[in-house]
């Protein structure tokens, strides 16, 4: 688009990238996509918390961050307000974005794109709240993005008048962070012999310490396999309102788990593992999935949700709840070297099929230059 419209002496495109707080999968896609579009002549504006942009650093990439708190209080509606007044077209990131993009938007003209990331979880009185802001936030968009299939149909159920399979790419890693297979190898021993893994197996856990992840299921798991010889060790990177009950297990059932809290380098713990577990209740396009396979580590995770979709015949699906199953696949990888390297090669392939992140750059564009074609009369 921003070559036709330079073309035909018009403004580029005006965008709005609207993010809530950022979570590790969502604010790496929109850097990503500030990037691409920039690139392409397009102009993006990016409305995000400060600490967001601290690890993103979205004006590296050409665009312009706008300090927008996770907040609807007035302050931050206005701000965000005043940040879409010129927008040809706000694209939201996530339920809550998408929501206080909608009500930032009430009175102006320029289209509402969302994407659901992710599914919220909500138990109890919060569960028809949820179902309440996911109606509203589809009903609101001119189009939903979804990356699996079950989250597009879950859009449909709840009003949206047009959503669409959207899978997001995985981000290649900053420039600078290749390193040669000597160096690879010697990070990979640092980062065992840090955790207390040189001699045993090491099992890797990443995502925020909330119920939906299956982290009970994940512990009981690690008390079936303590009895093997060695006992695999079970690192979890994240930080959530279950860590102080799971903590408590750990201690009382003397589990191999160690809880190592928020981590940032859970590309590198990943690559050091021998397996890499993701027992979750749901997933989308889960990051830890797409790093394992990425990296050719053997991943076991629950079927659910978009993960058979995302990871084909490159990873051990088990039932979601069965920690029999788990542990049981678990070791049977470990005993099993040929089948490990059979499956990380598999992984391989399978992720060697997904989107580049040029391919879903393009793909956001086709939607934008859809939604605003009256515009520029394309």
């Known amino acids: 688009m921003s070559s036709q419209s330079s073309a035909l002496g018009q403004q580029p495109l005006r965008t709005v990238q609207v ?6 999968g969502s604010s790496a896609h929109v850097r990503s996509l500030a990037a691409g579009l920039t690139a392409r002549g397009v102009r993006v504006a990016v409305c995000a918390p400060p600490a967001v942009d601290r690890i993103q650093d979205f004006g590296a990439v050409g665009a312009q961050h706008v300090p927008v708190d996770r907040s609807s209080d007035p302050a931050a509606l206005a701000a965000l307000r005043g940040a879409c007044a010129d927008a040809d077209l706000v694209h939201a990131h996530g339920l809550h974005a998408g929501m206080r993009a909608a009500l930032a938007l009430s009175g102006l003209r320029a289209p509402l794109v969302v994407t659901w990331h992710t599914r919220a979880h909500a138990e109890g009185a919060r569960a028809p709240l949820l179902r309440l802001l996911e109606k509203r936030v589809a009903r609101a968009a001119s189009v939903v ?34 390193a040669a297979p000597a160096d690879t190898e010697a990070r990979r021993n640092k980062t065992r012999a840090e955790l207390g893994a040189v001699d045993r197996p090491l099992l890797v856990a990443v995502g925020a310490l909330e119920r939906h992840r299956g982290y009970g299921t994940l512990l009981d798991a690690a008390r079936e396999w303590d009895r093997a010889e060695p006992s695999p060790l079970l690192v979890i990177a994240g930080e959530g309102p279950e860590r102080g009950g799971l903590q408590e297990r750990v201690r009382q059932e003397d589990l191999p788990v160690r809880l190592l809290g928020r981590r940032h380098d859970a590309a590198q713990l990943i690559a050091a593992a021998d397996l890499a577990v993701l027992p979750s209740r749901w997933e989308a396009r889960s990051v830890l999935a797409q790093q394992a396979l990425v990296a050719g580590v053997p991943l076991v995770a629950s079927r659910v949700g978009g993960i058979p979709e995302l990871v084909g015949d490159g990873a051990a699906l088990v039932p979601y709840g069965d920690p029999v199953a788990l542990a049981a696949t678990v070791l049977r990888l470990l005993a099993d070297v040929p089948g490990r390297r ?18 879903t750059v393009a793909q956001a564009l086709s939607v934008y230059d859809e939604l605003t074609s009256p515009r520029t009369g394309l």
Do not use: K, N
């Open 19 to 24: 993010l809530g707080g950022g979570s590790a």
């Open 145 to 178: 993005l979804a990356p699996s299939s079950d989250l597009v149909l879950r859009a449909r159920r709840r009003g949206a008048r047009d959503a669409r399979y959207a899978p997001t790419a995985f981000p290649a890693p900053p420039a600078g962070h290749g």
């Open 342 to 359: 059979a499956l990380a090669r598999r992984g391989l392939r399978q992720a060697a099929t997904w989107p580049t992140e040029d391919a």
